[in-house]
């Protein structure tokens, strides 16, 4: 068995959810709880979150069973009664799962996520819900800002060398292209998803010839329907002039010459100077690719600077999420036994009891959230969590990339322009109910007195 085939649902999880999951069992605690994932708080300069993630954890709780090796390992750490083994043999997600649907702007300490299930099983997801959404929608995230940079322009995921591992480099084009871009150099992306494919030549290729020309000559001659020079090697301008002997040479055959990439320098320059040598052959319809150390400021800058770019490949710093490489996201109980529970720690509340998140829109714009309880009902708004497992089961079938992409592209437009900027943006207004807020100083009060005696 290779390293991959053990990357099981059951396993992806860390030791203290089955300490915690045998201490309950011990205790005959395994009554319904309910827990919500959310982001506590916004990194700098962030003025929404992108949901991703959501259809990939759906389909690993679906899964979710201890295989015989998983118990033989568990077994072997040396920690946990026969009992508990026997228990985790039989042990499948049961209870009910609410969600936003991918493709929805969201912002913190609104649940994207909603599990209520034996306190055991709801338990023992933990660590994977929180790994799949949190890295899934970091991405998504931080692509979004890189399609509010381009302006219109296409964008091209180009991250997975040097994403922080291969299984993050899929989700990462996976990500990039549900919030707008054009696809992704990622071959496995390409085929799980559908997500077009894309790719030119490396330096390697051009060093690996004589002559920069003989190599631009040689790729044209092998992909005459999609040539896309890479023309820095050397000189920039230089490259560009070669590249256009090779546009004329496959003009004369019947072909066009597709596009020419800029990876170093002055690309707001050099980018005008190469479209000028390409307009004044009559060639405007050369596309010019930039690629090299971007993400959506460095974009930003190079569209407002008069770049004459038509295709951004984005690569290490969206992959990686440079500025922001994670978020502070949570999964905590807030009911169990029908009764709302909290946590009193500073700087790290809990909105208590099983909650709905409405969405009220003025004039086809979002205009503010509110978060309430799940047993409110605000007609105004629109309620963003829906059940999507029931008694286990899913009660609709997992989303297709292309609808997720299409929901994301509805929420973009109706997205104030004062949340989307890149620096500074303003905060987004969720209210929370007076119920909520109400059974939250109550519980708050009632837990204070019991615990620390105030």
């Known amino acids: ?21 045998a201490a309950y069992l011990q205790e005959g605690m395994n009554e319904e709880a309910t827990f919500d994932l959310y982001i506590r708080d916004y990194p700098p300069d962030r003025g929404y979150f992108v949901l991703a993630g959501i259809e990939h ?7 979710l069973r201890f295989s015989e090796g998983s118990l033989a390992y568990i077994q072997s750490i040396g920690q946990f009664t026969p009992s ?16 936003m649907r991918e493709g929805r702007i969201f912002f913190p300490n609104e649940p994207v996520l909603e599990v209520t299930a034996p306190i055991i099983e709801a338990q023992v997801i933990e660590t994977l819900a929180l790994n799949v959404i949190q890295v899934e929608t970091l991405m998504a995230s931080k692509a979004a800002r890189c399609v509010h940079a381009a302006q219109g322009r296409g964008l091209i995921d180009f991250s997975f060398r ?3 591992g291969i299984d993050a480099g899929v989700k990462a084009a996976r990500a990039s292209y549900i919030v707008g871009f054009s696809g992704t150099s990622n071959l496995l992306a390409g085929k799980i998803y559908g997500i077009p494919v894309f790719g030119t030549m490396a330096h390697s290729y051009v060093t690996g010839f004589s002559h920069e020309l003989d190599a631009f000559m040689a790729f044209a001659r092998a992909f005459p329907e999609n040539t896309v020079l890479l023309i820095d090697t050397y000189d920039t301008i230089s490259g560009a002039r070669k590249a256009l002997e090779v546009a004329r040479q496959m003009n004369l055959e019947g072909k066009r010459l597709r596009g020419v990439r800029l990876d170093s320098g002055d690309m707001v320059q050099l980018s005008r100077e190469v479209r000028s040598i390409f307009r004044k052959a009559g060639m405007e319809n050369v596309l010019i690719l930039a690629s090299g150390n971007l993400d959506e400021f460095r974009v930003e800058e190079m569209v407002h600077g008069g770049a004459e770019i038509d295709v951004f490949a984005v690569g290490t710093r969206m992959g990686v999420s440079a500025d922001a490489p994670y978020f502070d996201i949570a999964y905590k109980m807030v009911e169990y036994r029908g009764r709302p529970v909290l946590k009193l720690s500073s700087g790290k509340r809990t909105w208590v ?23 409110e009902n605000l007609h105004a708004g629109e309620p963003l969590l829906e059940t999507v497992i029931e ?15 299409q929901r994301f592209a509805h929420e973009w437009r ?9 620096k500074a943006p303003s905060r987004y207004p969720v209210h929370i109910s007076p119920a909520l807020e109400e059974l939250e100083r109550r519980v708050s009060d ?3 007195r019991q615990e620390i005696g105030r």
Not at 353 to 374: P, T
Not at 414 to 422: G, N, Q
């Open 353 to 375: 009891g099983r909650k709905q998140v409405f969405r009220h829109r003025q004039d086809g714009m979002m205009r503010e959230d509110v978060l309430a309880l799940q047993s």
């Open 162 to 164: 040097r994403t922080q």
């Open 391 to 405: 008694r286990g089961r899913l009660v609709r079938p997992i989303e297709s990339i292309s609808d997720i992409r």
């Open 57 to 63: 954890f759906l389909e690993l709780l679906s899964q």
């Open 414 to 422: 109706s997205l104030p322009p004062e949340y989307r900027k890149l």
């Open 84 to 99: 508990f083994i026997e228990y985790l043999r039989g042990l499948r997600f049961t209870g009910s799962v609410r969600a």
């Open 1 to 21: 068995m290779g390293v991959w085939d053990q990357y099981t649902p059951e396993l992806l999880t860390d030791l203290y959810e089955l300490t915690m999951a």
């Open 446 to 448: 009632e837990k204070s």
